[in-house]
């Protein structure tokens, strides 16, 4: 399974005719964010969501027990765990599937002692190990955390258009989600597995669907009809997350969240913007990856604000304007960058044509903040910044590398403040360095000013 965010090189053909904003005109909301205190980590509500993917486990050596000893866990709201599949008939599903789905990874690999959030061995015989055992632990720690299972991303939402497209489909589709993340009735394998051993690791569900209406992989399929099947999707998932929720013994309310896309026309496309809010606890806006390394030019990815081109506040714009609420939209940031090599033209390296993404650590063209840090580090590296635009880039003369850093991340967190935005959403938490240092740039931003 790819990273989903090496494949959207979509998103750099899509239509540049966008309204452009400029940082003056970045004024406090009107309408404060909503809503109380989150007393489990002792913060204004703000939503702090970040991706643990299912396969950093291996290469990355990234653990769910590094979120907690990295003193990530405590300045988290959400986990999203990446991903859960779609099977061709509209079911969710897992196994030992090689590029379907890793049930090894989820629940069957055991973790020794030093591995372990709470520091106890897995036994042969319990019937939850791997990733979701540890969540389970991590919680258990952490009260108040909350982990949603998300479903599709960008390899696997090849069957989300058959998943959503009849009633019958569509109630099949959010009941096999249900029974298999939220009761937890996962599929046998050795003593693992079985009714309800995952019970009690969700809290939810996050729809990534990449994208209705839109086309996405080379393999995912996509309808015209999607745009209205979705909003039935999420309206279906709503109702049968509540049903669940109120029958249990203490009634639980189950979040619904999506990731949703940069460009206008995909949003067009897919999105009943006012219709699919009433029923979503939150969206996660696509704030990154709006140039990618597959692009002859160099450019910014991820740039709060950027003249007749993609930006955050061009995003959040689009999607307030469409009649979405700013409590409930949660801005995007990288934690890697993209990058060129081959990068002629002279000046700071921007906008210059270059002969190919750069090479990288796991794959050409996208690295790891933590790895850029390493670079910048070395003072081989210039770092630029355009500070009215709100980014920053590496260049070295000859390779150049776009990323969000610290001073980056306190500028964007500023914006969800003054715009009364939901929060922030990072992927993936596996790019940070050891000791949290973007995570905890956000929080710092987000925390309640005194």
Sequence with gaps: MRRRTLARLTIAAASFSLLAALPAAL???????????DHAHGHHAYKRVGYFTQWGVYGRNFQVKDLDTSGT????????????????????????VPGEADAWADYVRPLDAAGSVDGDADTADQPLAGNFNQLRELKA?????????????????????????????RKAFASSCIDLY?????????????????????????????????????????????????????????TQLD???????????????????????????????????????FVTLQGYDFHVSGEKTTAQQSALFARGDFSVDQTVGDWLRRGAPARKLVMGMPFYG???????????????????????????????YKALKKLADTGTYTVHRDRQGGHAWLFDGTTLWTYDDPQV?????????????????????????????????????LKPRR
Excluded at 215 to 228: I, L, N, S, W
Excluded at 245 to 252: C, M, T, V, Y
Excluded at 347 to 355: E, K, N, R, S, V
């Design 243 to 281: 049903a669940y929720g109120r029958s249990l013994k203490k009634h639980k309310h189950y979040e619904l969240t999506a990731f949703v896309p940069t460009a206008p026309a995909k949003i067009d496309a897919g999105f009943e913007v006012p219709k699919i809010m009433r029923d979503l606890d």
């Design 338 to 368: 993209q990058g060129w090599t081959g990068v002629s033209g002279g000046g700071d390296g921007l906008g210059q044509p270059a002969t190919g993404p750069a090479p990288a650590t796991w794959a050409a063209g996208y690295e790891d």
């Design 27 to 37: 004024a406090p909301a009107a309408t404060a964010n909503g809503g109380g205190h």
């Design 182 to 238: 939220l009761k937890g009735n996962l599929p046998v394998d050795g003593a693992r597995g079985g009714a309800g051993a995952a019970a009690g690791v969700f809290d939810g569900i996050d729809l990534d669907w990449e994208w209705p209406g839109s086309a996405g992989d080379t393999d995912t399929v996509f309808r015209p009809e999607d745009k209205q099947n979705f909003t039935a999707l999420v309206r279906e998932f709503r």
């Design 73 to 96: 866990a405590a300045k988290l709201t959400h986990i999203n765990y990446a991903f859960g599949n779609v099977s061709p008939d509209g079911r969710c599903f897992t196994g030992n």
């Design 409 to 445: 991340l306190r500028t964007k967190t500023a914006y969800i403040r003054d715009r009364g935005l939901g929060g922030a959403m990072v992927w993936s938490l596996d790019g940070d360095t050891p000791d949290g240092e973007l995570i905890t740039a956000i929080d710092k931003g």
């Design 141 to 169: 720690k952490h009260p108040g955390l909350k982990v949603l299972i998300s479903l599709g991303g960008w390899s696997w939402s090849t069957h989300f258009s058959d998943a959503a497209r009849t009633p019958a489909s």
